[in-house]
């Protein structure tokens, strides 16, 4: 049983550009979150997708968006990224329909690093 | 607004001891569910026990245990019997389970664990 795939593992970008991350969720799973998690610090909320529309969101500018597509799977888009969009980025799904599943699955991440 | 708290940056522990790393908590809900997480330096986040704001019995997850006190609002993991793969990142997490908040996760900073051999 796959878990959490995210990708690419790696990326370099110049400040000014845009860049997607792309997240598969775990199997039976519905809603994927995104998560910001810079060196030495605890992950961030960004935003949450479930039934492809966005539910939640965090204190993120609108510089970041996302989708989720019909198979569960997601994108986190960054426009004109700054050097302080540099981190770790975090895919996690989990079910939504399950109250009290607390399976949170995550991957392994995508390092962003913006120079 | 919940807010997690982590206050030790770093802990060292002997192999084979025991170590408790702290959490406290800040919410005026009183549906919540409180959660620890391992991150090693590969970056996957993962899970390792779960308390549920209504359970009445500490979690125990094998060498994991969660030592919760809720009129203290505190959630400290306790990992008996280190071993040297247990050295990594922790973190310390909570999840509003109400439907309509959805499942985010409020993190603490971590706390790093290194354990000697």
């Known amino acids: 049983d796959a878990g959490v795939t995210q990708s690419p593992t790696h990326l370099i970008k110049t400040r000014g550009q845009q860049v997607t991350l792309r997240c598969s969720p775990k199997s039976g799973h519905d809603t994927v979150s995104w998560y910001q998690q810079a060196l030495g610090q605890g992950p961030q909320f960004i935003f949450q997708?479930?039934?492809?529309?966005?539910?939640q969101r965090g204190n993120f500018p609108d510089r970041f968006s996302g989708h989720q597509f019909p198979n569960y799977s997601s994108e986190l888009n960054v426009n004109a990224l700054l050097l302080g969009d540099s981190a770790l980025y975090l895919c996690?799904?989990?079910?939504?329909?399950?109250?009290?599943?607390?399976?949170?699955?995550f991957g392994s991440g995508t390092r962003l690093t913006v120079v | 607004a919940q807010k997690i708290t982590q206050t030790q940056p770093g802990m060292f522990v002997q192999e084979k001891e025991a170590v408790t790393l702290d959490c406290t908590y800040d919410?005026?809900?009183?549906?919540?569910?409180l959660f620890w997480y391992k991150q090693p330096s590969s970056g996957e986040m993962i899970f390792l026990i779960y308390q549920g704001s209504y359970d009445e019995q500490n979690a125990t997850e094998g060498r994991y245990s969660l030592n919760f006190q809720k009129a203290r609002k505190s959630a400290n993991l306790v990992i008996s019997a280190s071993q040297l793969g247990d050295s990594a990142m922790y973190f310390c997490a909570m999840r509003d389970i109400s439907v309509e908040y959805g499942n985010k996760l409020v993190f603490g900073a971590g706390t790093i664990l290194r354990v000697k051999s």
């Open positions: 997708y479930y039934e492809e529309e966005e539910r």
């Open positions: 919410t005026s809900d009183q549906s919540y569910g």
């Open positions: 996690a799904s989990s079910s939504l329909g399950a109250l009290m599943d607390y399976g949170y699955t």
